[in-house]
């Protein structure tokens, strides 16, 4: 009877000449070993601290390592194929594998080690697979891990109401097709990251986009009627006091209702979409024609009397069926202009209107052109402190504490939209919800669209809202409605 250490080097023996008679197996033996143990052992440290680890740490633990390991478990067999080419293409005798006989102790220790080792790899491989899926589709993923690149997206998601769905519920939704295809395109900007060939900024609009229907609307029910809503924006004037200047609108947004369908949801929406358009820009921001399906299915089409397209613009023109991502093309990355996103601080109460002329300074520094974010953040600090050090020396000694929170405010309107590194600078991608900062609804609702009969897309005010009050002090209906 041999002891158990004599029976153990026996094992590693016979194992390592059947697998590894050649330089590249034993490579492949060393790396997988290697790898194997050392995934396993961080494994287990990463599920006892609940996996909130650096975003870089889900990519090596369950992308490259795995990745690794898996490239050492190839290298065993092709370095006995490798071995055994060379050995014919030399004239060498080639052994012949080596017949399989059960009854053989170096059979059965093979055999028994192959089966163990092949479950424990499987195991292995299928549980990084797993986790590797689960970490391509994290948010730290797509967002952090080339985080230059998609910082500026990152930061208006993270403020954004979907913040807390993932960046794939959009970009990939359900599916194997669509899973392929996000892989595919993700492989490409990699390299594109790689070789730093992707444009900057990233473009908008993305031209293959998944359509909402299988996106927004496995979240959002589309034939939902929503009826009227009571949409109240504030403003803040230039003024010393920064007033607060307020308007209301009742949206109708609509949707399907005992009159069929009505408002700006059901007007465009029904089963489906009923609009389909043409853009000859590449941004979808120039619409010469229109097509729209009426109450009775009848199609009318409208052709621009204002953008006017030659044939050859109209053939090499996108043409699209309206979905929800036409009118809600920012509704997780929107980008604020300076003055919108200072009303949205003054609003929150991070900027103090008891600093005088404090918008009108703070949209003065938030315009100034700078070559990077941290030199962005200082001149702003600086040029603030300096305005009410030198114009209002009593305020920037009694009230340092809202200064001080001026500051930061005003900073995080900078770094949450202008990202000098990307080139991507104030309202670089229009927001088509609205009329006032871009075209937006107006790209078609401008009187200028125009059907053979005359008839024009629509542009009167009240079809879309009832302005309640525009841009007052204290407007009364907020009183009225019990909303003050
Ligand atoms: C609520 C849905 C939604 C979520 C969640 C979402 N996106 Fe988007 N994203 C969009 C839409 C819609 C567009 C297309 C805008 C267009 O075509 O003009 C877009 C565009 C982009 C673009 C192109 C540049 C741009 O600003 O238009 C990038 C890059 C991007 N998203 C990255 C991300 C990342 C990273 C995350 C997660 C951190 C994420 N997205 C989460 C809906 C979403
Ligand atoms: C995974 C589910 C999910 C998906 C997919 C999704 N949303 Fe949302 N959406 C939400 C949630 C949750 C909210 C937040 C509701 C709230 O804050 O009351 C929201 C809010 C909104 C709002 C209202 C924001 C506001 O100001 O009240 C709009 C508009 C919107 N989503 C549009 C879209 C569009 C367009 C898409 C597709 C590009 C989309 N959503 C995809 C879950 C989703
Ligand atoms: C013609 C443009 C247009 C299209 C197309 C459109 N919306 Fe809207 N939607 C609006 C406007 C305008 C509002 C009101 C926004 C506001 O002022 O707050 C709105 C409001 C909303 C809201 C918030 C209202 C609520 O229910 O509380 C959601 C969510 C929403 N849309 C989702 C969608 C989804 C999902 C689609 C696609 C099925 C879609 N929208 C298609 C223009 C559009
Ligand atoms: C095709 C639909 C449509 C038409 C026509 C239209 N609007 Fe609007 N309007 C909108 C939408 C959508 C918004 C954005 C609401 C939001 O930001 O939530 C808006 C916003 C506004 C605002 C608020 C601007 C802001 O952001 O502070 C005012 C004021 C306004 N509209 C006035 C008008 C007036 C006056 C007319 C007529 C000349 C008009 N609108 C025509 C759809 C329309
Ligand atoms: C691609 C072109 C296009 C865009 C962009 C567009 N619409 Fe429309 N809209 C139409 C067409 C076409 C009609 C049907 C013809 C009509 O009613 O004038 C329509 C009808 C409407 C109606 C019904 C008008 C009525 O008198 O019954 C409303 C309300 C409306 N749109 C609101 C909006 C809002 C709000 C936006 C922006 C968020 C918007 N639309 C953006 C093309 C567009």
């Keep these: 009877m041999p002891t158990a250490r004599e029976r153990l080097a026996l094992w590693g023996r016979t194992i390592f000449r059947v697998l590894g008679q050649n330089r590249l197996s034993q490579a492949g033996v060393v790396v997988t070993t290697a790898t194997g143990i050392s995934m396993v052992f961080l494994w287990v440290i990463e599920l006892l601290r609940g996996g909130h680890g650096h975003p870089y740490s889900g990519i090596i633990l369950f992308l490259i390592l795995p990745g690794l390991f898996v490239a050492g478990l190839l290298l065993i067999p092709a370095g006995y194929f490798l071995q055994r080419w060379r050995d014919k293409k030399a004239g060498r005798a080639v052994e012949p594998p080596p017949p399989v006989d059960f009854g053989s102790p170096k059979v059965r220790r093979v055999a028994t080690f192959v089966v163990a080792a092949t479950l424990l790899n499987a195991t292995i491989v299928g549980f990084a697979s797993y986790k590797g899926l689960e970490v391509m589709d994290s948010v730290e993923f797509c967002g952090e891990a080339c985080h230059t690149v998609m910082a500026p997206e990152l930061a208006a998601y993270r403020g954004s109401p979907h913040s807390r769905i993932g960046c794939v519920e959009c970009h990939i939704g359900e599916g194997a097709s669509w899973f392929v295809k996000s892989k595919l395109s993700g492989t490409r900007q990699v390299v594109a990251v790689a070789l730093k060939t992707y444009s900057k900024p990233i473009p908008s609009p993305v031209h293959h986009l998944r359509p909402a229907r299988e996106t927004c609307e496995q979240c959002h029910w589309p034939q939902r009627f929503t009826g009227d809503r009571v949409v109240i924006k504030k403003k803040y004037a230039e003024d010393e006091k920064s007033t607060e200047l307020t308007t209301v609108l009742v949206m109708h ?77 920012r509704p997780t990355h929107a980008f604020e202009l300076p003055h919108r996103g200072l009303d949205r601080e003054i609003t929150a109460g991070s900027i103090s209107r008891d600093l005088p002329f404090v918008k009108k300074k703070a949209l003065e520094l938030l315009k100034v052109k700078y070559t990077s974010q941290e030199e962005a953040s200082k001149a702003i600090e600086a040029g603030l402190r300096a305005f009410y050090a030198s114009e209002h020396p009593d305020v920037a000694a009694a009230k340092k504490a809202e200064l001080d929170r001026a500051v930061k405010a005003v900073q995080s309107v900078y770094l949450r939209n202008v990202f000098p590194n990307m080139d991507l600078d104030w309202g670089y991608h229009p927001n088509n919800i609205g009329h006032e900062d871009f075209p937006g609804c107006f790209r078609c609702h401008n009187g200028n669209l125009e059907a053979k009969d005359g008839t024009t897309v629509s542009a009167d005010c009240e079809a879309c809202h009832q302005v309640l009050a525009m841009e007052e002090e204290n407007p009364e209906i907020l009183t009225q409605l019990g909303l003050k």
């Excluded at 729209?292 to 069926?321: C, H, I, M, Y």
Aim: glycine content about 12%; charged content about 30%; some cysteine.
């Design 253 to 329: 947004v609509g949707g399907h209702n005992a009159q069929g369908t009505v408002g700006i949801h059901g007007r465009h929406l029904d089963a489906g979409s009923r609009i389909s358009y043409t853009a000859i820009d590449g941004r979808r921001q120039e619409i010469a024609r229109v097509t729209w399906k009426d109450d009775t299915g009848k199609e009318v089409e409208f052709a621009s009397t204002e953008v006017k397209a030659t044939p050859e613009q109209l053939a090499k023109g996108e043409t699209r069926a309206m979905d929800c991502v036409d009118c809600h093309n």
